[in-house]
């Protein structure tokens, strides 16, 4: 009898043990909850900015360019490189014949070709050149004109008589566009548009309208200089004017209740701010009820509110 008694006194010792152990560790987990709660989220402070509304569109560009030709076989030599300005009538390249050098003695050897125009030699064409020509894009079919297959080529040192040796490309006339567009709605000929284009501002006049495949022709403010690299490509199309405000990331949006806010850190505190969205992109949006400055939680969840964040510096 006294062995068992002696034995319950020591179970019970022992759970008395692991039960004050527990209520310990729960105190400790009570004190520090919040920093263990907090600390997986993400803040960020607001900022006064712009909601800004782009689209990634697709752009066919078209500008004045001449073919060169060679008017003879033989050895070819440029007297310039890509991008190069030439006026009208200097000498851009010289073609050997019989085996003579170019610029040797045998002058009746060598054949010179001249630049037809003022503009910037390129020695790389596509095939494209008298397709895509300003009126060409205004007048022709552009589903046809679309779906024609570049023919990239570019001079080798021996040319054979006919054989395209380059282009002159007339930088000085603001170059003409074909854009793809996600709608016509609201857009008529004569509105101007605007578009980034290799970080680069620009403004463009609507030419023309097309319903299949939807799109317009526009005519830019000027000579686009990344057109010269590349005839089709991928650009940013501004399709309303930015809007003000302060400004935080779409992530930010928490619900409670009927009511859309933001979890923001007030007095060191993490409390629920209700805001009305001014405007809105795929990613951010703009409300005039937040200050700039204060910091909101980015990644909210349900529990957050009445705890103390870890902000880090």
């Known amino acids: 009898m006294r062995k068992t008694t002696k034995k319950n006194k020591v179970i019970s010792a022992r759970v008395g043990i692991i039960i004050l152990l527990l209520l310990l560790i729960a105190s400790i987990g009570w004190v520090y909850r919040s920093d263990w709660t907090t600390a997986q989220l993400k803040f960020q402070v607001a900022e006064t900015g712009s909601v800004k509304h782009e689209?990634?569109?697709?752009?066919?560009?078209?500008?004045?360019?001449?073919?060169?030709?060679?008017?003879?076989?033989?050895?070819?030599?440029?007297?310039?490189?890509?991008?190069?300005?030439f006026r009208k009538g200097d000498l851009v390249a010289q073609i050997s014949i019989d085996g003579a050098a170019p610029g040797s003695s045998a002058g009746s050897s060598a054949v010179k070709v001249f630049a037809p125009a003022s503009g910037l030699f390129y020695k790389e064409t596509d095939g494209l050149e008298n397709l895509y020509e300003p009126k060409a894009l205004l007048n022709m079919d552009i589903t046809k004109l679309l779906a024609e297959k570049e023919n990239s080529q570019k001079a080798n040192s021996e040319v054979s008589t006919g054989a395209t040796i380059g282009k002159i490309v007339n930088n000085h006339l603001p170059t003409i566009?074909?854009?793809?567009?996600?709608?016509?709605?609201?857009?008529?000929?004569?509105?101007?548009?605007?578009?980034?284009?290799?970080?680069?501002?620009?403004?463009?006049?609507?030419?023309?309208?097309?319903?299949?495949?939807?799109?317009?022709?526009?005519?830019?403010?000027?000579?686009?200089?990344?057109?010269?690299?590349k005839r089709r490509q991928q650009i940013t199309w501004s399709s309303r004017p930015p809007t003000y405000g302060t400004i935080i990331p779409k992530s930010a949006l928490w619900t409670k209740g009927e009511e859309q806010g933001v979890l923001a850190v007030s007095e060191g505190v993490i409390r629920f701010k209700k805001i009305k969205i001014a405007d809105e992109s795929e990613t951010e949006i703009s409300s005039q009820d937040l200050v700039s400055g204060i910091t909101i939680v980015t990644n909210p969840r349900p529990g957050l509110e009445g705890l103390i964040p870890v902000l880090k510096n």
């Open 177 to 229: 566009a074909f854009v793809e567009l996600p709608s016509l709605e609201g857009l008529s000929i004569g509105q101007s548009l605007k578009f980034r284009i290799d970080q680069q501002e620009y403004t463009a006049k609507i030419l023309k309208k097309y319903q299949n495949p939807v799109g317009v022709a526009v005519e830019f403010n000027q000579f686009v200089n990344s057109s010269l690299n």
């Open 55 to 85: 689209v990634q569109v697709a752009v066919v560009f078209a500008n004045e360019e001449i073919l060169l030709k060679a008017s003879s076989t033989g050895k070819i030599k440029f007297n310039g490189e890509n991008g190069q300005r």
